[in-house]
């Protein structure tokens, strides 16, 4: 395996990062929407009073829940997480490329820009061509803004794409089923 560079926290720049999270009907298990929430209070816990936080939910609409905010303001973060519920459909193609446009808008030179993404992998509505994900992601990658997937619970969970998707947004993807690897990816990581 490989290693990247290890980087000691005060040497980390400032972040920019847009939730993008997946409120359709088939996150309302336990092992997805309730997790993720989670998993998204535990990571601001962990990020700087610096870094910045947008929020963006798709289900049969998209919305932006909440506009760049500070990690300071930490409270109004966590309760906008905090009011996430699951149901309709699924538009991630739209919401993707809002959430890009979010990032885009409260770009940090030289900073940590990226579009967090938190789905079970079923995108029924919108752009579902991986090509035309692919196509997205790329193009906004060159823009410097990454993105990393993770994948929670079982059922519609569509591994191949999300992977293939995110390693084309100069990004990551995880799978999330347990409390262990909400620790290992959104503490740790």
């Given at each position: 395996g490989l290693k990247g560079r290890s980087m000691k926290a005060s040497q980390m720049p400032d972040a920019n990062y847009v939730f993008l999270i997946d409120v359709s009907g088939s996150m309302s298990t336990d092992?997805?929407?309730?997790?993720?929430?989670?998993?998204?209070?535990?990571?601001?816990?962990?990020?700087?009073?610096?870094?910045?936080?947008?929020?963006?939910?798709?289900?049969?609409?998209?919305?932006?829940?909440?506009?760049?905010?500070?990690?300071?303001?930490?409270?109004k973060i966590k309760d906008a997480i905090g009011k996430l519920a699951a149901s309709g459909s699924t538009a991630g193609g739209e919401a993707m490329k809002m959430a890009y446009e979010e990032a885009l808008a409260n770009y940090i030179?030289?900073?940590?820009?990226?579009?967090?993404?938190?789905?079970?992998?079923?995108?029924?509505?919108?752009?579902?061509?991986?090509?035309?994900?692919?196509?997205?992601?790329?193009?906004?990658?060159?823009?410097?803004?990454?993105?990393?997937?993770?994948?929670?619970?079982?059922?519609?969970?569509?591994?191949?794409?999300?992977e293939t998707v995110s390693n084309n947004g100069n990004g990551t993807y995880e799978y999330i089923d347990s409390e262990d690897e909400l620790t290992k990816v959104f503490v740790n990581e």
């Open positions: 092992d997805k929407l309730k997790l993720l929430k989670k998993s998204l209070k535990t990571m601001v816990d962990r990020l700087r009073p610096t870094d910045r936080v947008s929020i963006v939910t798709y289900s049969g609409t998209v919305k932006l829940l909440l506009e760049s905010t500070p990690v300071k303001d930490a409270d030179e030289g900073g940590n820009n990226r579009v967090i993404m938190g789905t079970d992998g079923d995108f029924n509505v919108g752009v579902t061509s991986t090509d035309a994900l692919l196509e997205m992601v790329q193009d906004y990658a060159a823009k410097g803004v990454y993105l990393t997937i993770c994948g929670f619970g079982s059922g519609n969970l569509n591994d191949s794409m999300l």
